[in-house]
């Protein structure tokens, strides 16, 4: 228990901060899974719009801090790479 009233609105900012950080953490987390669910099935333009949807949540933690900037850069990289590669297997396939 925080001993000053200083102490305690700090608390409840830390919580609400957390509680935020949270939220927009698993909604960045969910768009990816979702970007990845439709890459694996072959979808390309839903893939994209997912892809696209993804890189705006990563993007948007990114700019209020709740994601690094570095780590945000390697997120999309690692969405964007996952997206080539699928573009890819399609054509060769298609060959």
Same mark, same amino acid.
């Given at each position: 228990?925080? $001993?000053?009233?200083?102490?305690?609105?700090?608390?409840?900012?830390?919580?609400?901060?957390?509680?935020?950080? #949270?939220?927009? /953490?698993?909604?960045?987390?969910?768009?990816?899974?979702?970007?990845?669910?439709?890459?694996?099935?072959?979808?390309?333009? #839903?893939? #994209?719009? #997912?892809?696209?949807?993804?890189?705006?949540?990563?993007?948007?933690?990114?700019?209020?801090?709740?994601? $690094? /900037?570095?780590?945000?850069?390697?997120?999309?990289?690692?969405?964007?790479?996952?997206?080539?590669?699928?573009?890819?297997?399609?054509?060769?396939?298609? /060959?």
């Amino acid at each position: 228990m925080p $001993h000053t009233s200083s102490a305690a609105k700090r608390a409840r900012q830390y919580e609400k901060r957390r509680d935020r950080n #949270q939220f927009v /953490k698993r909604g960045v987390k969910i768009q990816t899974r979702l970007a990845n669910e439709a890459l694996a099935e072959g979808a390309g333009d #839903q893939a #994209q719009a #997912q892809i696209k949807l993804a890189f705006k949540k990563i993007d948007k933690a990114a700019a209020r801090g709740v994601l $690094h /900037k570095n780590t945000a850069a390697r997120r999309k990289s690692k969405l964007a790479r996952a997206a080539n590669a699928a573009k890819t297997k399609l054509a060769a396939e298609a /060959k």
